[in-house]
């Protein structure tokens, strides 16, 4: 599928240039985007792809991208499918798009989807003579957290990972009833999948059903403790808090041993950091997004 990419140029402000982009994600959908980068370089520069939360877009990681560009990144992000540019009639699309998955409507914009449009945006990424397609970094917030550590994990094209609040065992939270956080994020949507079938009460056995048809083996092969290892050896932070009721701590751990283990084992110890942010929710503390910035300067070089 060609990328047919578009791309409208803008005047530098204080020495930082955005463009708009778009490109195709496939036959019937195009990806809108802001690429931020230093003005009246034409070297080749490193990319940090910003990928924003649940009912967010591209513009909620516009100030992080400014950030990178003044440290010498070219910085980029994208709305996520039913976000955004994307979003069809308003705030409710991405939910009912949730819905008409679980309705079988073969799309999976419940995280898949959004992964698949990383790797299509690497792809594009990888045409422009600005970019050094070997120093390519990915950060996400919550939702854009995990499509992170999903993405990473597929793709080798990705050098450097930083997922925030989003690295979770699925599983845990389903073999220890802490699901609600995590579905809270999409109530509306689980709300009318279990309205679907009768279920006035939902446990844990119908989120299980719930995520098979949303995003098949999100609780399983392409849980938090399964991936991260795939990720290594290449330098991964993973920023998360210890009472975020949306990633309940104890699967945070699950998903840190594991990659611990994967990183000790070929001799990598030092490719990976975790935060853990005490006394804090669901929210990225300043110092936490100061320390990833600080992670892919340290190893994407700009």
Not at 15 to 20: A, F, K, L, M, P
Request: net charge negative; with cysteine.
């Amino acid at each position: 599928m060609p990328l047919a990419a578009q791309v409208e140029a803008t005047p530098s402000t204080n020495g930082i240039v955005e463009s708009r982009f778009s490109f195709a994600s496939d036959a019937k959908d195009r990806v809108p985007g802001i690429l931020v980068k230093p003005a009246g370089d034409a070297t080749r520069r490193p990319v940090v792809i910003a990928l924003h939360g649940t009912g967010g877009s591209k513009a909620n990681m516009l100030a992080l991208c400014h950030k990178l560009a003044e440290r010498g990144f070219i910085a980029v992000a994208i709305d996520a499918p039913h976000h955004g540019e994307r979003a069809f009639t308003g705030k409710g699309d991405y939910q009912q798009a949730i819905v008409s998955a679980w309705r079988g409507s073969g799309e999976h914009p419940f995280f898949y989807d959004t992964v698949w449009d990383v790797m299509r945006l690497i792809d594009y990424l990888d045409t422009r003579d600005d970019v050094d397609p070997q120093r390519i970094g990915l950060v996400g917030i919550s939702k854009g957290g995990i499509e992170t550590y999903l993405a990473a994990a597929i793709d080798k094209r990705v050098a450097v990972a930083v997922p925030c609040i989003g690295v979770q065992s699925f599983h845990w939270a389903l073999t220890h009833d802490d699901w609600q956080g995590r579905i809270g994020t999409i109530q509306n949507a689980f709300d009318t999948a279990a309205k679907d079938v009768g279920v006035t009460k939902p446990a844990a056995k119908f989120v299980e059903k719930f995520y098979d048809r949303v995003a098949p083996g999100i609780d399983r092969q392409f849980d938090g403790p399964a991936l991260l290892p795939l990720i290594a050896p290449r330098p991964l932070l993973v920023i998360n808090s210890d009472s975020d009721n949306h990633t309940p701590l104890p699967g945070v751990i699950e998903c840190t041993t594991a990659a611990v283990r994967a990183y000790h084992a070929l001799n990598a110890d030092d490719h990976l950091a975790v935060i853990i942010q005490p006394k804090t929710g669901h929210k990225v503390l300043p110092e936490s997004e100061q320390a990833a910035i600080d992670w892919f300067t340290r190893w994407l070089k700009p």
